[in-house]
């Protein structure tokens, strides 16, 4: 499948919701009125779209179609210009053309232009974070890019073996430290490799910690500081794995990520898992962070570069 026709299917949970809820509140011919939209308010909420998404959408509806006779296709456009609009509200970062499948799948990144890129990757305990290094990587080697990976969660051997399981997968080198092991001398360790091998690009892997453990988020602000005594500029992305399923507590539970290593971006993965893909929306407004891939499947291939115009068009797709 293409780009777009992957995000459709990652996106089918939430999309099911709202092309049933809103083909059940209107009809042709009928007229719309307050009752109606307060249902659909409280039904784009279920998406855990945000208040502020949700009025602007409904206060949109009111102003274009209020008292009027239903148009429901009319109504769907108003609806996703409206999304569109709150989506690029705190970021233009991405603008490509809807259904496009000719994008540069590292167009989200920011790359070194010579040299080493190191990618650091956080997020609290079970996002899935690993699974979302893997699929990076893959998308990475899938551009031409050179790859080595870190395994900075030197407490939890699991994590380690998972990791390490990927890279023979993938085929690229990895850098390992002894169980318990300082994780800061490990990327430092993962930079001096990479930068011997002459690779193109280095992903860190850290623990999984709660923004409330003071002493793990000190040993992620030491990891980003290390980095950066190594590989001038690194790291050069500082990418945040948010799961989806976790709807408006996701957001909550990671804020204080983006201060400690100076978060560049969010990943949102598990999108296909859930109903609730709206937090697309409030992540954007309430972080201030552009949401650069969405994870869409379980498959090492379902990670899809993020576009408010195509997300939004996926979400109320007739078809796939």
Avoid at 11 to 29: N, V
Avoid at 35 to 50: A, H, I, P, S, Y
Avoid at 52 to 79: K, P, Y
Wanted: hydrophobic share 40%.
């Amino acid at each position: 499948m293409g780009l777009f026709d992957r995000l459709k299917q990652g996106l089918r949970k939430t999309k099911d919701l709202l092309r049933s809820d809103i083909r059940d509140l209107f009809r042709d011919g009928a007229i719309l009125d307050e009752t109606q939209l307060g249902e659909l308010e409280g039904r784009l909420l279920k998406t855990d779209m945000g208040v502020v998404a949700s009025t602007a959408v409904i206060d949109q509806l009111r102003e274009e179609h209020g008292g009027r006779t239903v148009n429901v296709d009319a109504i769907f456009e108003t609806v996703k210009a409206t999304l569109k609009e709150q989506l690029g509200a705190t970021a233009d970062e991405l603008a490509h053309p809807t259904g496009s499948d000719s994008d540069d799948p590292l167009a989200p990144l920011s790359l070194a232009d010579e040299g080493l890129s190191v990618i650091l990757v956080a997020g609290v305990n079970g996002v899935g974070k690993t699974t979302t290094i893997a699929k990076l990587a893959h998308l990475l080697i899938s551009s031409g890019r050179s790859l080595m990976l870190v395994a900075g969660d030197t407490f939890r051997a699991a994590a380690v073996e998972q990791l390490t399981m990927w890279s023979q997968r993938l085929g690229c080198e990895i850098v390992t430290g002894a169980a318990g092991s300082d994780p800061a001398s490990v990327a430092y360790s993962g930079c001096e490799r990479a930068i011997e091998a002459k690779v193109d690009c280095l992903v860190i892997d850290t623990a999984g910690r709660l923004q409330t453990d003071r002493n793990l988020m000190q040993e992620l602000e030491k990891i980003h500081r290390v980095i950066a005594t190594k590989v001038p500029g690194a790291p050069h992305e500082s990418l945040l794995v948010l799961d989806a399923t976790t709807g408006q507590n996701g957001i909550s539970q990671a804020r204080n990520f983006t201060d400690i290593v100076n978060c560049s971006g969010i990943v949102l993965a598990k999108l296909d898992g859930t109903a609730r893909g709206g937090i697309v929306v409030p992540i954007r407004q309430q972080m201030g962070l552009p949401v650069k891939y969405v994870g869409v499947g379980e498959g090492i291939e379902d990670l899809e570069p993020f576009d408010a115009d195509r997300f939004v068009e996926a979400m109320f797709s007739i078809d796939g």
